[in-house]
């Protein structure tokens, strides 16, 4: 299902002014050239091939050797190498066993071979067995050596903002008005307890945006259209403002299980939201106390320029924004993929496993699994609501 909340980041676009009166564009799409460009035909006549004789071994040049390293170890030099793969060995088992992989026997190669070996082949096999993992190293802490596990949740490049006007004209759609208040209460725990962002906090990155288009607005007194575009923004802050005071009230929360035990449906659109808000639901009862940044990644700061860091932040591309229409909106997704272009990475939810004798029960990206794919739905119900 293509969903209209999915906006991609990092398109490579150069700013322009854009007619006020356009709707939002999706951004990242592929160009193609108009025609085909014509290829010459190759050459059908070959060279005569030239071979070595065939008393010549070649099996040679398909092997694979490692490189030959001389040790000179000592009695203690022994010991800890002995020491080493031992822990190595152990926290290699504990991993095969927590991925459900088959490790290679490698302990007869001697050392440092067996575990560059063993490393590769768990490397390969994870990579086969769980996706998600997708980096696996040697450390140690100077009393032990272990391994250590990174597992990702990829976000895919997009862009998690849920807007908020559709939710308040449902609301004052009397058809509408028990969907809207099931996607109300849904909208309530992501705010309250899955802390996504909310674009009328002085705090968020969302807010500085709007902020800037205010005033870039009251500078550009040339621009056309220029009542529609204050009436988008003055609207943006209006209904945030509204909708935020909504959201805060804990009676969402309170009468939640209610509100989806008392609904019923009238078509597709509603089954769909009532879906959506049930998913949300099981999630707050599951994860009560879960946020959607308790497993982002370090952030790696630019040092030469404090100001644009190397990352985007979570927080950046995740959030509760007013809309997908209009100028208002089409201007601030440009800003925004212009400002990550400057940025080589993004933060994504990581889970850093260490085998080092300790219990791995509890520690997954289950809620992360199941929080994105909830995001993505609940944009695109709002989105595609129609008065």
């Known amino acids: 299902m293509s ?53 010549f071994a070649n099996g040679f040049l398909k092997a694979n050797f490692p490189p030959r390293l001389e040790t000179k170890l000592s009695v203690q030099g022994c010991t800890e190498t002995a020491k080493i793969e031992r822990d190595f060995y152990q926290s290699l088992y504990e991993l095969a066993a927590h991925y459900n992989i088959e490790p290679e026997a490698t302990q007869g190669q ?16 994870l990579k086969e067995k769980a996706a998600i993992c997708d980096n696996i190293r040697m450390v140690s802490n100077g009393k032990k050596t272990f391994l250590i596990t990174e597992e990702h949740y990829n976000t895919g490049s997009t862009l998690y903002y849920i807007p908020v006007i559709p939710l308040y004209r449902m609301l004052q759609d009397s058809q509408r008005k028990r969907t809207a208040q099931l996607l109300l ?47 988008e923004l003055a609207q943006a802050e209006c209904i945030g403002d509204s909708i935020q005071k909504k959201m805060h009230n804990p009676a969402n929360l309170t009468f939640y299980k209610k509100r989806l035990d008392q609904f019923k449906g009238s078509d597709d659109f509603d089954r769909e939201c009532y879906k959506v808000a049930n998913k949300a639901f099981e999630l707050l009862q ?66 850093y496993r260490s085998f080092d004798g300790r219990c791995q029960k509890g520690y997954t990206l289950d809620f992360e699994n199941c929080l994105f794919p909830l995001l993505d739905e609940l944009c695109y119900v709002l989105n595609t609501y129609k008065t």
């Open 3 to 55: 969903h209209a909340a999915t906006y991609y980041i990092g398109a490579d676009t150069i700013a322009q002014k854009t007619n006020r009166k356009a709707t939002a564009q999706a951004v990242g799409t592929i160009c193609t050239l108009d025609e085909t460009v014509k290829r010459c035909k190759p050459n059908t006549e070959r060279q005569t091939p030239v071979r070595t004789g065939s008393t």
């Open 110 to 125: 001697g050392y440092p071979y067996n575990i560059y070996l063993a490393l590769c082949d768990a490397k390969t096999k």
């Open 185 to 231: 209460s849904a909208c309530s725990y992501l705010y309250h307890h899955a802390n996504i962002p909310y674009y009328r906090k002085e705090d968020s990155f969302l807010y500085w945006h709007y902020e800037m288009m205010e005033d870039w607005l009251q500078q550009d007194w040339n621009t056309e259209d220029m009542g529609d575009c204050k009436s």
């Open 286 to 351: 599951s994860y009560p106390n879960q946020g959607i940044f308790r497993n982002a990644s370090h952030i790696q700061e630019d040092p030469d320029n404090e100001d644009f860091p190397n990352c985007i932040a979570m927080e950046k591309y995740i959030g509760f924004w007013a809309e997908n229409t209009g100028w208002l909106a089409a201007n601030l997704k440009e800003n925004i993929n212009n400002e990550f272009n400057e940025c080589a990475e993004m933060q994504e939810p990581v889970l």
